[in-house]
């Protein structure tokens, strides 16, 4: 019998256990993370460069803005016929709204897969149930202190490791820088 999920996790074995292999510190495979969160960034990125076309959106969110900011300005003023005129409008810029968010969605759908494959990969590898050492600098910069914080409310417990944060977080945080650098460097107008 053909096994379907095992197949795909021996794949990203193959492709995933050298990178691990790689970090010179397999007991804190931060580097691991760091990479895989880098090829993520770049997927999803590449993929919103090539299948959103970003002026439109921009030209959109312009002009959603010029649009709230009159509409507000007509009320401030107490100017019901420029509000009616406004709203009258309003419908077609929701479409056009919608009409951004529709585009927005299509990479997500590109990417979806292959990152449902990359978390299932490290949901269960060795990764998941490692802790990631921080430099004490960058605990401090990342507000490392602050999730923790947040997490003894939602979790109960406490940190048991300092400057320790689990596998997500440091993915997360990573991705997040990986991700405006990568659009920085491709050309996107607009940080995120």
């Known amino acids: 019998m053909v096994d379907p999920i095992g197949m795909v996790y021996g794949a990203m074995n193959a492709i995933f256990n050298p990178i691990l292999a790689l970090d010179p510190n397999p007991a804190n495979p931060a580097l691991t993370v760091l990479i895989i969160a880098f090829f993520v960034s770049l997927i999803t990125t590449i993929a919103n460069k090539y299948l959103v076309d970003q002026d439109e959106m921009n030209d959109v969110q312009v002009k959603m803005k010029e649009f709230q900011s009159e509409l507000r300005d007509a009320q401030k003023r107490g100017d019901g016929k420029r509000v009616a005129e406004l709203q009258a409008q309003q419908a077609d810029m929701m479409q056009m709204q919608s009409k951004m968010m529709t585009n927005q969605f299509k990479p997500m759908i590109v990417t979806f897969v292959p990152i449902i ?41 406490t940190a048991t490791i300092p400057y320790g944060i689990g596998w997500l977080l440091w993915y997360m945080i990573c991705t997040f820088g990986m991700s405006q650098i990568i659009r920085k460097f491709l050309g996107f107008k607009q940080g995120f």
């Open 117 to 157: 494959l990359i978390f299932f990969w490290l949901r269960n590898s060795a990764i998941h149930n490692l802790v990631i050492i921080l430099p004490k600098t960058v605990y401090w910069v990342t507000l490392t202190p602050v999730w923790h914080f947040i997490g003894h409310f939602v979790y109960g417990g």
